[in-house]
């Protein structure tokens, strides 16, 4: 049973970049059965998609964060990372790791982490 | 991109009432839809994908039907753990997107 954790600061910076890690436990994240992905939930809003990575490398970001977001992996660690730079007080929220294998939705979700935005 | 909008955006029910919430997207999606639930504080989980299937250890009360642009999730008989708010997302296309939730509250 996979299993993933988020984990980095829950208070960022105006202008600064918010770092996050998923690290996955029960399987590996060099899996081609599966992609990986960052999704976000504002306090008291909807659920929005920042980006996925594919086993392969490959990166799918959502376009109106595209500029500003980077997701890699670790293989190394089982790990995937979410950067978004130039952060503003609209950013924070919710922030989960999730995974998916191809066209089936999220099924395996990390508990989220809160990050606030705020000097 | 591609819109989800969902309705209600809030329902009062009873236990025991069959309810059903509607997902239409903006554009044809085959069925490349997955529904979720959602508790207070808690991640999403999933409940159905590819529009009907029943994702593995979710009760036989919910079920989804639907293809294109036009999709149900209905909840047979209300139980008492239902209560929670509800999304439907596309996978057809990037970037993915939700659709902007019902949340089904005791009547």
């Known amino acids: 049973q996979l299993q993933l954790q988020e984990s980095g600061p ?4 105006p202008s600064e970049t918010l770092s996050l890690t998923c690290t996955v436990s029960g399987g590996s ?19 929005e998609w920042i980006g996925s990575i594919y086993y392969s490398g490959s990166t799918y970001y959502n376009p ?5 977001v980077t997701i890699s992996v670790d293989t190394s660690k089982n790990q995937f990372s979410l950067k978004l730079s130039s952060v503003t007080a609209p950013d924070t929220a919710v922030y989960y ?15 989220g982490t809160l990050v606030t935005v705020s000097s | 991109d ?3 909008t969902q309705s209600p955006s809030f329902l009062s ?16 999606i085959s069925s490349y839809l997955a529904w979720y639930q959602q508790k207070p504080g ?9 529009a009907s299937t029943l994702q593995s250890g979710v009760p036989s009360r919910f079920s989804g039907s639907g293809s294109g642009t036009e999709f149900t999730l209905t909840i047979s008989t209300l139980q008492p753990e239902d209560f929670a708010t509800y999304y439907c997302q596309q996978l057809n296309s990037d970037p993915l997107t939700f659709g902007g939730g ?4 005791i009547k």
């Open chain 1, 10 to 13: 829950g208070l960022v910076k």
């Open chain 1, 29 to 47: 994240i060099s899996s081609s059965s599966f992609y990986w992905g960052w999704i976000r939930q504002p306090p008291g809003k909807g659920l």
């Open chain 1, 64 to 68: 109106s964060l595209k500029s500003r």
């Open chain 1, 97 to 111: 790791c999730a995974t998916a294998a191809a066209g089936t939705g999220f099924d395996y979700w990390g508990q």
């Open chain 2, 2 to 4: 591609i819109q989800l």
């Open chain 2, 13 to 28: 029910a009873s236990v025991g009432d069959r309810v059903t919430i509607t997902c239409r997207a903006s554009q044809g």
């Open chain 2, 42 to 50: 808690k991640a999403p989980k999933l409940l159905i994908y590819a």
């Open chain 2, 102 to 105: 019902t949340k089904v509250e």
